[in-house]
């Protein structure tokens, strides 16, 4: 008996038919989504920084003109700092050259950003980027009001968000082509009075000019637009109408 279920079983895994047949695939999984768009990589963008293109640019003007400025009164401080670490920064001529460079061609783009949109705007904004200057500014003021080693500790670990090189190139870009409108559709111009560009702007923040301001020079007057012409003005009408058949000169007196 025992021997004919073991053959029994022995047949059965034998035969393929008889074999348990496996069940469906099972569906493919289903792809992942894609991921959501991150934050700009980088130094992000402070609470409290303007989200308009325009005052932006002015912002991250302000708080990189006043980074360059404290690096002069700082650099002492950065190679005693520098000195404790072993750093190869104290066999430069100047501590952070290069980064130094980077910064001044930096702050020239967003120098030239707001500028072109300011050329740009049919109405004055300059009054907005001076204020944006003055708050990037500001945003230093706590490390100024420590000590110097402190303040140059700050400037070490300081980053321009990276958000303002990019909005800054795109405000230029869009700035110019509105510029180009403004200028096809106007020849005389159509962009509205020149207004201060940042770097006069910025001169400005905090400090009392040293002379006063020269005196404006006064616009040039317009000419008068011609007359349309009419009958009082018979030059302009002789000119309009077309012209007559031609009369004759007066036959010379004759001799007597």
């Not at 130094?43 to 400025?69: I, V």
């Not at 559709?185 to 002379?211: H, I, K, L, R, Y």
């Given at each position: ?36 768009p991150t934050a700009e990589a980088g130094e992000p963008l ?104 402190e303040l140059a500790r700050a400037w070490l670990t300081w ?25 096809y559709n106007n020849p005389d111009g159509g962009a509205g ?64």
């Amino acid at each position: 008996m025992a021997s004919a279920i073991v053959l029994a079983l022995f047949l059965l895994a034998a035969d393929p038919a008889a074999a348990p047949t496996a069940g469906p695939a099972p569906p493919p999984a289903p792809a992942a989504a894609p991921a959501a768009p991150t934050a700009e990589a980088g130094e992000p963008l402070p609470p409290g920084a303007p989200q308009g293109d325009y005052e932006l640019a002015a912002w991250c003007y302000g708080a990189m003109s006043e980074y360059l400025d404290i690096y002069q009164r700082v650099k002492p401080d950065l190679r005693e700092i520098d000195a404790l670490f072993g750093s190869s920064v104290n066999n430069e001529a100047e501590p952070y050259a290069d980064d130094m460079k980077a910064a001044q061609v930096e702050l020239r783009v967003l120098a030239s950003a707001v500028e072109a949109a300011e050329k740009a705007s049919a109405e004055p904004i300059a009054g907005r980027g001076l204020a944006a200057i003055k708050q990037g500014r500001s945003i230093w003021t706590p490390a100024e009001e420590k000590t110097r080693r402190e303040l140059a500790r700050a400037w070490l670990t300081w980053g321009l968000p990276d958000a303002c090189d990019a909005r800054a190139r795109q405000l230029e870009a869009k700035a110019k082509l509105l510029g180009t409108a403004l200028t096809y559709n106007n020849p005389d111009g159509g962009a509205g009075p020149s207004q201060p560009g940042p770097a006069a702007s910025a001169a400005t923040v905090g400090a009392a000019p040293d002379s006063p301001p020269a005196a404006a020079a006064a616009p040039p007057v317009p000419a008068p637009a011609p007359a349309p012409a009419s009958a009082a003005d018979p030059i302009g009408a002789a000119l309009d109408a077309p012209p007559g058949p031609e009369t004759p000169p007066p036959a010379p007196p004759r001799d007597r």
